[in-house]
């Protein structure tokens, strides 16, 4: 699995994806950390990447375009620190790979996670 963590979150998160044997990157080391949300988008799309993000743009993007992919994965958690969100995120990838394979949207909340299937109708 391949993940491309947007400019809400932490460089921090990737770091720690790829120390777990995940291929990962952050938006500033490939150098679109101020391009827009589309780019971002499209970038993640063409590369085969699921975007880590805390912003919720990018669920409103898959649901107005229709698209069956890219995954992504939203942190909604009122712990906004990078390692918490990472530890929560290695905690889960493996029960969600096959949603982030096929295409989804999944979303972590304090309390529970949401997993939505692509295309949003």
Request: glycine fraction near 4%; hydrophobic fraction near 50%; proline fraction near 4%.
């Amino acid at each position: 699995m391949k993940f491309l963590v947007d400019n809400a979150l932490s460089p921090l998160i990737a770091r720690g994806l790829r120390e777990a044997g995940f291929e990962a990157v952050h938006v500033r080391d490939i150098g679109i950390h101020s391009a827009s949300d589309q780019v971002i988008f499209e970038y993640a799309r063409g590369a085969d990447l699921t975007i880590v993000t805390a912003d919720t743009d990018f669920g409103m993007l898959l649901a107005l375009w229709r698209y069956p992919t890219p995954s992504v994965i939203i942190f909604r958690t009122s712990d906004k620190h990078p390692k918490a969100q990472l530890a929560l995120l290695l905690n889960q990838v493996s029960a969600l790979t096959d949603a982030l394979s096929a295409g989804s949207v999944v979303v972590f909340e304090d309390t529970r996670i949401r997993v939505r299937a692509l295309p949003i109708a």
